[in-house]
């Protein structure tokens, strides 16, 4: 390999976009393939669930740069297609080289301008890499240039930022929050995910982010699927190796020089920085994240799941709602829920206030009902993982039988055995009248809640009250 051919690296023809394809095959492809062939690819298969939304986005990005007129006919007449037609993409050849990422000309992402500036490991463009001087990691990278990522990771790292860029005072986030999750439609095939996922693009610029270095003045919507919140320049080791993340073997980038890019905006009346047309930012009033690191694990089952099912729940495709964990400017956790498909929006409130009774119903079982008791807690906070995912597998069952009452007595009865079990003192006759006063209690309570479920909403103008604030996810006190 010569040193040119090896610096050589066209985002269009060479494979970086890991995908799954319809026959089982889990391969690497470039742009073109991914578009043209993508009726053959299952879905796109990053090992990071984030870098799936960044791929899709980036994918949709390119898309209504080259076909902007995208009508209702078109989608329809894509589907069962093996991909998008050739004659759409008549704008990649035109652009050829804006989408090479190395070489001395014009590159993809690339601000040629940071060339030769003091220069940062090349881990901080995935996550998942400790930075410069942090040693509380499970990994310690050694940042003295001895590894390097492969070109396709690089390129992963790049696009991942247009959607999460660790914000601070000296780099800004990307067009939302760090913090931000998104929902995304996932269909049978990549091209149907594709258009599952279109937003409505009202005008387009035709200057796109991979054809200018500078921040547009009223951003489109292809600006804003594909954001530069940084401005960056790759630099190559000029050797060969594995991969430092993929293990792939090649030619290795070791390091790059970084600066803050495009700021994010704030829309029209509200202080808040995110795009507020955006197609699958979760938002309720403001973007919804994830809760941090130190929230138990009841609030982590239960809070994002039931505020993205909440905003997208009961769509006929399938929705995925992926998030990170960030704290400050480092991103310590990722995560990716399935939500139910099925619109039953009162089962999961009432399965939300059902848990959520759970803790006072449990003390009165107990000789002493006015204290805190804390193991009662701690044993609900342990078994709500298993029950909140109870409640989405039976509310994704299509055709789910049973009233409400059988629905919720379903996951909650075998949870109040559990934590009287293993909670309450004294006599086997004692524990025994625990357990069965428990049950008893939890009976009354679905009763109630099933019967106040059945009854006819009462209209605000009727009863003169105003309507109840929607709950902004579950809270993480007491909760389980
Ligand atoms: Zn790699």
């Known amino acids: 390999m010569t040193p040119s051919s090896a610096l050589a690296f066209s985002l269009l023809f060479d494979p970086w976009i890991p995908v799954l394809r319809r026959d089982g095959q889990a391969r690497r492809i470039g742009i073109r393939e991914a578009l043209l062939d993508s009726g053959s690819v299952r879905q796109i298969a990053a090992s990071n669930p984030m870098d799936n939304v960044a791929l899709v986005r980036f994918l949709l990005a390119v898309l209504i740069w080259c076909k902007p007129n995208l009508s209702e006919h078109d989608c329809q007449h894509l589907d069962g297609a093996v991909g998008v037609p050739e004659e759409w993409l008549a704008k990649l050849s035109e652009h050829e080289p804006a989408f090479n990422l190395l070489g001395d000309a014009a590159r993809f992402y690339q601000d040629a301008s940071l060339r030769g500036k003091e220069p940062r490991p090349i881990a901080d463009l995935l996550a998942e890499f400790p930075g410069a001087d942090s040693i509380n990691h499970m ?5 003295d240039g001895s590894y390097g990522l492969c070109p396709a990771c690089c390129v992963l790292g790049m696009l991942r930022l247009s959607v999460w860029a660790p914000a601070n005072r000296f780099y800004p986030a990307s067009v939302n929050p760090g913090s931000a999750a998104y929902a995304i439609a996932e269909r049978d095939n990549l091209l149907l995910t594709l258009l599952a ?25 292809v600006a804003n699927l594909a954001w530069r919140p940084r401005r960056m320049w790759l630099n190559a080791a000029h050797k060969e190796g594995p991969c430092a993340n993929c293990g792939r073997f090649g030619v290795l ?22 795009w507020d047309a955006d197609p699958h930012l979760l938002t309720d009033g403001e973007p919804v994240s994830l809760p941090g690191l130190a929230a138990s694990v009841a609030s982590h089952s ?19 709602a992926i998030g990170p964990v960030v ?10 829920v399935s939500i139910p498909s099925a619109s039953g929006r009162t089962r999961a409130d009432l399965s939300g206030e059902c848990s959520d009774k759970l803790r006072s119903l449990l003390r009165r079982v107990t000789p002493n009902p006015g204290r805190q008791h804390p193991e009662i807690h701690a044993a609900l906070v342990l078994m709500t993982p298993h029950a909140e995912a109870r409640v989405r597998a039976l509310l994704d069952e299509p055709d789910s039988a049973g009233t409400d009452a059988e629905f919720l007595n379903d996951i909650y009865q075998p949870l109040v055995e559990q934590v009287v079990a293993c909670t309450a003192c004294g006599s086997p006759l004692r524990r025994r009248a625990a357990r069965n006063k428990a049950l008893a209690l939890l009976s009354q309570c679905v009763r109630g809640l099933a019967d106040k479920a059945a009854q006819p909403p009462v209209s605000a103008d009727a009863s003169g009250a105003t309507p109840a604030k929607p709950k902004r996810g579950r809270k993480t006190k007491g909760q389980a």
């Open 197 to 221: 996922n279109l937003p409505q693009v009202t005008a387009t610029t035709g200057l796109a982010p991979w054809l200018t270095n500078t921040p547009p003045e009223s951003p489109d919507a």
């Open 302 to 320: 239960s809070r994002f799941w039931r505020a993205a099912y909440r905003l997208r729940g009961g769509q006929a495709a399938k929705v995925v």
């Open 139 to 143: 990994r310690h990278v050694v940042h």
């Open 253 to 274: 980038l070791a390091s790059l020089c970084n600066a803050d890019g495009w700021p994010t905006r704030t829309g029209e009346g509200r202080t808040k920085k995110f």
């Open 327 to 336: 704290n400050k400017f480092v991103f310590q956790d990722a995560t990716s």
